[in-house]
């Protein structure tokens, strides 16, 4: 299916049959070439889905579960769990610290800033806060209130973190299917009782933690862009030009997994029964027209889910901030934004509310925006905190008014160009490491995955420039990576 341009990198790809409103694509020719079969097949399956009113394509898009990953599928009158995925709320976190980034420039600092971090907040699958010694232990029933509340006062109290930070995120709590945080524990008590969140206890005590995959965290130099409207927006944002930053991506781990593959399970169970045909065939791409019993239990899943992702960001920032404080005394810190990339949220669409599923998309609302009011955004849009690579950078970019076009959505990173298997075939280990060594960049491992080095991934450049060049968002500042955490359990030969 041919992707038809309607300029330097926007185009549309025609719904099967012609039937809707044809997929929104952004990316110029040479990210268009990334976009392999299974990507647009995925893509055509998602517009053809019972419901769908809008399918975009961003520029990092590859193939997903269920949907590509750099998608973004808008209905109102159906839930998909396939185009939020597995790692519910996988998000995004940015925190400035008031510490000039000379601080961090001699090797043994930023040695001992890795070490700090690890002892509070440990990567790699499965592994909770019992493997961190100066991390916090948090028992069920704070465990509960985390899933309930998101990130409420209370909880934010509770694991000492400064209560103003909820003001900086996205969402701090996610409600129930009717509105209400009732619904949410009235899902969990039985779900325990009944023995259907095995483990929770070990699910709980990963709060506070990275995990593996693409997940990380990154010390950074921030380079606030040049004019005048980027300084303002800066300033606005809270980013300090020429000071240390810490950027992390991680979601719900284990609870927001179990949680998901659980509702797969079930309504997969349901469509075998009920002799639904699938879109496209595709068994990841199931869903329930809102209102039924089916829908009620994911919305209230995948809230419980992005409440834990929510606390668990906020919980990392803190105990990084705690981190830098034990090696530079004296440094203060405040969260600049939290924003996801693996969620549905109820939306103005084409003058109607609908669910917006954003599967490795970011929102991007830009000044004036309706939704903005009451936040500290309203004048500038909110921070879109976007990652790259080690190698060549992350940004911070704020959105512009043609980002309406897109479901005022933007890509969440740079898109993988290879698959892991692929990387790890082809890359080689040496160069990975080499590459690190020549841009001053430390990790934690004694060899970085190949599977996540920077050339695993799109040409971030060409990722950006497709959205700035169809008017989407602008940057703010630039992230200059100093070190990285990461799990690297699997980087050896």
């Known amino acids: ?5 309607t300029g330097e990198a926007e185009g549309f790809l025609p719904a099967r049959d012609s039937k809707g409103k044809p997929i929104t694509v952004i990316g110029n020719n040479s990210i268009r070439a990334t976009f392999d079969r299974t990507c647009i097949e995925q893509a055509l399956n998602a517009r053809s889905a019972p419901g769908v009113s809008e399918v975009v394509l961003n520029p990092d898009a590859h193939a997903g579960y269920g ?3 750099g998608c973004v599928m808008a209905s109102p009158s159906h839930i998909y769990p396939g185009p939020v995925g597995v790692d519910i709320k996988c998000s995004m976190s940015l925190l400035q610290l008031d510490l000039p980034a000379d601080a961090v420039e001699d090797k043994r600092t930023r040695r001992e800033l890795i070490d700090a971090v690890t002892d ?6 499965g592994r909770g806060m019992r493997g961190a010694k100066k991390g916090r232990k948090i028992g069920v029933e704070l465990g509960k209130r985390v899933a309930v509340e998101g990130a409420s006062e209370g909880v934010l109290s509770a694991l000492g973190i400064p209560p103003e930070w909820a003001g900086r995120c996205e969402d701090a709590a996610h409600l129930g299917h009717d509105g209400t945080s009732d619904a ?5 008590e039985p779900m325990l009782a009944e023995g259907r969140m095995p483990r929770f206890e070990e699910k709980i005590a990963q709060l506070g933690s990275y995990g593996g995959g693409n997940h990380f965290g990154e010390c950074e130099e921030v380079e606030v862009c040049g004019g005048p409207d980027a300084a303002g927006v800066a300033e606005a944002f ?3 030009d020429g000071n240390v930053a810490f950027l992390s991506h991680c979601g719900s781990r284990g609870f927001g997994h179990r949680l998901a593959s659980a509702q797969f399970r079930a309504l997969a169970q349901h469509f075998e029964a009920w002799g639904t045909p699938l879109p496209g065939g595709d068994k990841q791409l199931v869903y329930a027209p809102l ?15 992005a409440n834990f992702a929510t606390v668990n960001h906020m919980l990392i920032n803190q105990l990084v901030l ?5 090696v530079l005394p004296g440094v203060g810190g405040s969260l600049v934004y939290f924003i996801s990339h693996n969620i549905a949220r109820q939306e103005e669409v084409g003058g109607q509310v609908q669910w917006v599923h954003r599967k490795g998309a970011t929102r991007a609302f830009p ?5 903005l009011e009451g936040t500290p955004f309203m004048d500038t849009g909110h921070p879109i905190l976007l990652p790259g690579n080690p190698r060549d950078g992350s940004v911070v970019m704020a959105a512009l008014p043609g980002a309406e076009k897109t479901c005022y959505s933007v890509n969440h990173g740079a898109g993988r160009r290879m698959s892991r298997g692929q990387a790890n075939r082809t890359l080689d280990q040496r160069q990975v490491d080499a590459d690190f060594d020549a841009h001053d960049i430390l990790t934690n491992s004694r060899r970085y995955p190949r599977d996540e080095a920077p050339d695993a991934y799109k040409d971030f450049g060409a990722v950006l420039g497709s959205v700035e060049a169809a008017g989407l968002a602008y940057q703010v500042a630039k992230l200059r990576a100093r070190f990285v955490v990461k799990d690297a359990g699997k980087a050896d030969d």
Request: no cysteine.
């Open 120 to 125: 509070r907040t440990p990567t790699g699958a």
């Open 184 to 188: 949410l524990a009235g899902r969990l």
């Open 238 to 240: 809270g980013l300090r």
């Open 67 to 69: 949907a590509p990953v």
């Open 291 to 305: 209102g039924t019993p089916e829908a009620d239990a994911y919305l209230d899943d995948m809230a419980m889910g």
């Open 1 to 5: 299916m041919k992707i038809h341009t």
């Open 367 to 371: 000044a004036g925006h309706d939704a």
């Open 322 to 326: 705690e981190a830098f404080q034990e």
